[in-house]
Structure formats: C-alpha cells, structure tokens
C-alpha cells in the first residue's frame, strides 16, 4: 500500500518518524496540501473510525498521515483531500509518548492502519527501523487483531468502548 505523509517539518528531525521512513523509502513526504495524493487521511479529529472497510479507498489512492508536532495538530491542520478517519484506541510505545493512550507517531499511526487493513506484514517491516517497533505491535496485539476482524467503523467504536471501559 502505498503511505503518503504532509510533512510540516516542525518536530526535532532526530527524533522525526516520517522523515526516518522517507530516508528508507517506505514513504512518500509532501510538504504541500496540494502535491498531498487523495485517499485515506488519518485524523484524530475525524468524525469516523477507520475500518476495513476503507481499505479500498487507500488502496486506489494512498494511506496518509500528517506530520506534525502535537502542539500544532489542530483540526486546521487535517485540512487535507481524502477521506478522514480515526484510529480507534491505541497505546504508544515511542520513547516519547510511551504508554500514552492516543500519542502516536507518524509511523506508530500508519502502522496501526495497516494492520486494520490486514497488511501487518507491511507494518513490521516500517517499524522495524525503529528500535521500538516491535514494541508497537506488542502492546496493542490484541486490539489490533480485533480492529482487523471488524466489518465497519461502527464495530471499531464498539470494540474501542471496551478498551476505554477498562
């Protein structure tokens, strides 16, 4: 699948996922909303979850994500083309943002999609250029797994209230 990121370039570069994906060739960076490509825009603001069933849509354009610092990830930013969606409840295993519910990197959230669009080979293999990957995958095994097997952003919110219940 091919991962597309609008990167605004106002984050630490020692410390910057998407840039670390770029330098590897597993992602595309745009520095404009314009050379941005259509398809699914991961948005935390977005009014609905991201489920299989959009896998079509990032498929026939791109899967993008928005890097930027947290600070500046105002729902202004997410102005981009596409069809928004949320990630459903995630846990981060950056050093960052360790353990934080919702606190994901760039990586950690394209990753995340993928494996709800049953590409976890393609998942590991962009995190496993970062020493805390793998970690990644460990901690949210479980609702990762269960995202995959959903059929539609309803089911997603569903499944997100139990870990949210806890």
Known sequence: MDLHIRYEGDDDPQK?????????????LHRSHRATPYGIVLNPHAEQALSPADRLVAEDGALVALDCSW???????FSLAGEHRALPYLVAANPVNFGRPMQLTTVEALAAALCIFGEREQAEDILSKFTWGETFLELNDEPLRRYADC???????????????R
């Open 71 to 77: 600070e500046s990830a105002g729902e202004a930013q």
């Open 16 to 28: 910057c996922t998407a840039r670390k994906l770029a330098k590897f060739d597993r992602a595309e």
């Open 151 to 165: 059929e539609d952003s309803g089911e997603i919110v569903d499944i997100q209230q139990e870990y949210l219940d």
